[in-house]
């Protein structure tokens, strides 16, 4: 009797542990599915405010001088010497033919994208709205370091531009008193002049001094005159010797030049063979990222099909590729100067006055590109911080005239530190890779949204039933498959039941997009890091690339053969799935070319994104807690 007493009081135990261990395991996936949620919860379209999409009334011709002014700037007055001279030779006029298809690309995508939302050209709003709300915060936090490096690039290049004007004083005064003795990605010396500039131009933006559409004008005007001397005299006192130089040329300057000079390579057109276009391409995408600063303005009253940034894109380019072959053809590549190229060309030619010509138009050019970054910064700051995704104090503005102060002064500080403290060649790539993500991500949005159902992204019209079914975005991957059998399966991906989208279709769009990413990843990696043996037929690199291949190309026919969906836009990527792949694999390829150290700098950057999102975002986002955004509206005592 106690036998059978003790078997049912153990029988009783084991049965409350399984309910126990079963109520965990269910709390556990409750709770693991309720954060899921909350990662994947989307905006509702209606709450956009002006302030998201950060409507400046401009006109076109004054989106014009802003984009040309924003991306004339420090990545042609110094990133073109530095790629010339060190990676790409000549080749560069061809290294900034492909940044720019890469960056028309990636506009193409960003255009439909922006449709999606008509009231917000801001990526951060438009990835919210479609995408959901970690997805809008990664895009969201490396724009603002694009910006942020942008500005500390570019006011280093000031520093370099009026230093070249009084003979190196300010260069060789900040290497005697404040030198830093720091790892290699640091800069040799504290720049203490580029902190001053951007925090001068940082309180000018709070006092709104600069802001008005004829300082552009002025900076751009002066910039666009100065460029065409440059190409004009450049083209003139042109030597086309200089476009296929031998080793016998290099051994002369040696015994000639007293300073350091570049590396000769192997001479002619192509000195670093198709590695140095390439690297050179991927820094140079650098000067392409201007569009993320125009694209804050492009609003209200012009139809997004009427791209203006695209017009500044192709005249950006064709400034690029004229002046990078003046300058090659005006200076042998290894022999330019490295932070001053284009002034010292004009003086290696004997043109002595021009040069002050030239560096006081690169001043005006790269302050117009200062203000053009700060501008878009700040009020991306200051929605997310409205959003909850950052801190609350960010989005507090001042004044009747609702200054972000909070937001341009912070931004400003740091990126004057970045400007203080890191090298321009280190922080230009850091730059090259965050854009190029934020593209990407871009253009993997466009891929994944065309073949989605229709959606209704206002709050304000969903019923109860269909704001549960909708805090996951459809598509998404903690969406459950209904049960099938693999050739159902199977059918269904070469044979859609639907000739309009389905949560299915979206389903294995929404995967398959996913697992292209992987597989464009590796191939990028492989081509990078190994391109002379998979091409010469290594038996392993080659059959590994064929694969990759094969795989990308079969997945690629699923997602064809998905519908897509009818709503009409004003704009659409044409040949889906192609383009938004071909410029999502042109991205990770380009980036595969970057430097360790831009990748440790940025997990560094990445990573405190994620522990301010995880640990704050995620518990005060509007979206979470349900509640319109309280004022921040305040008044200077």
Request: net charge neutral; with cysteine.
């Amino acid at each position: 009797m106690a036998s059978l007493t003790r078997w049912t009081s153990l029988r009783k135990l084991q049965e409350l542990q399984i309910i126990a261990s079963s109520t965990m395991s269910r709390m556990v996936r409750q709770y693991v599915r309720q954060f899921g949620q909350r990662l994947v919860r989307r905006r509702g379209a209606d709450t956009i405010k002006e302030s998201d999409g950060l409507k400046i009334h401009l006109s076109a011709t004054d989106l014009v001088f802003l984009g040309v002014g924003r991306n004339l700037g420090a990545g042609l007055y110094i990133v073109l010497g530095a790629v010339a001279k060190y990676v790409a030779g000549p080749a560069i006029v061809v290294s900034f033919l492909v940044a720019g298809l890469s960056s028309l690309l990636s506009r193409l995508c960003y255009v439909e994208f922006d449709a999606r939302v008509p009231r917000s050209s801001s990526a951060y709003v438009c990835s919210y709205v479609t995408m959901g709300q970690l997805w809008a915060f990664v895009v969201g936090w490396n724009i603002i370091l694009l910006f942020l490096i942008a500005i500390a690039c570019t006011a280093r290049a000031w520093r370099y531009a009026f230093d070249s004007l009084i003979g190196d004083h300010v260069s060789q005064k900040l290497e005697e008193t404040v030198p830093l003795h720091a790892p290699y990605f640091l800069a040799t010396d504290a720049d203490f002049f580029a902190l001053g500039l951007v925090l001068l131009l940082a309180v000018l933006l709070a006092l709104r001094v600069p802001e008005s559409a004829w300082v552009y004008r002025v900076f751009t005007g002066i910039n666009l005159l100065v460029l065409s001397f440059i190409i004009i005299s450049g083209f003139i006192n042109g030597d086309p010797h200089n476009w296929k130089l031998t080793e016998q040329d290099y051994t002369l300057s040696t015994a000639v030049f007293s300073y350091s000079l570049g590396p000769p390579g192997a001479g002619g057109f192509v000195p670093f063979d198709f590695e140095g276009v390439v690297q050179g391409a991927a820094t140079c995408f650098y000067a392409f990222v201007g569009f993320a600063a125009i694209a804050t303005r492009e609003r209200g009253d012009l139809n997004p099909q009427r791209s203006i940034s695209l017009i500044s894109l192709l005249m950006c380019f064709l400034a690029y590729f004229a002046v990078s072959g003046a300058l090659t053809l005006m200076v042998p590549y290894y022999q330019i100067h490295h932070h001053s190229p284009l002034p010292e060309a004009f003086l290696h030619v004997g043109w002595g006055p021009a040069r002050c010509v030239v560096a006081v138009g690169i001043l005006c050019a790269l302050t117009s590109s200062l203000l053009g970054d700060m501008f878009p910064m700040s009020r991306l700051i200051r929605a997310m911080a409205e959003d909850g995704l950052l801190f609350r104090g960010l989005a507090r503005v001042y004044g009747h005239r609702k200054i972000p102060v909070v937001a341009i002064m912070s931004s400003g500080s740091l990126a004057g530190i970045m400007a203080l403290l890191f090298e321009f060649s280190h922080i230009a790539n850091l730059m090259a890779v965050a854009s190029l993500l934020a593209y990407s991500m871009v253009s993997f949005s466009v891929l994944v949204l065309r073949y989605q159902p229709d959606q209704n992204l206002s709050k304000s019209e969903k019923t109860e039933e269909e704001t549960e079914t909708e805090l996951v975005p459809v598509g998404s991957p903690l969406d459950s498959v209904p049960e099938a059998g693999t050739s159902n399966i199977l059918k269904s991906l070469w044979f859609p039941t639907s000739t309009t989208p389905t949560r299915k279709s979206g389903q294995i769009v929404y995967r398959c997009a996913f697992l292209l990413v992987l597989l464009l990843s590796i191939l990028s990696l492989v081509l990078a890091q190994w391109p002379r043996r998979v091409f010469s037929g290594d038996p392993v690199l080659t059959t590994v690339a064929v694969l990759l291949l094969l795989l990308i190309t079969g997945v690629t026919a699923i997602i064809w053969r998905q519908p897509q969906s009818p709503s009409p836009l004003t704009f659409r990527v044409p040949a889906l799935p192609v383009l938004p792949l071909v410029s999502i694999f042109v991205n990770l390829y380009l980036m595969m070319q970057m430097t360790s150290g831009a990748w440790i700098l940025f997990g560094i950057w990445n990573a405190v994104g994620f522990a301010i999102y995880f640990g704050y975002g995620v518990r005060h986002s509007l979206e979470e807690n349900n509640e319109p955004p309280a004022s921040t509206s305040q008044t200077p005592d």
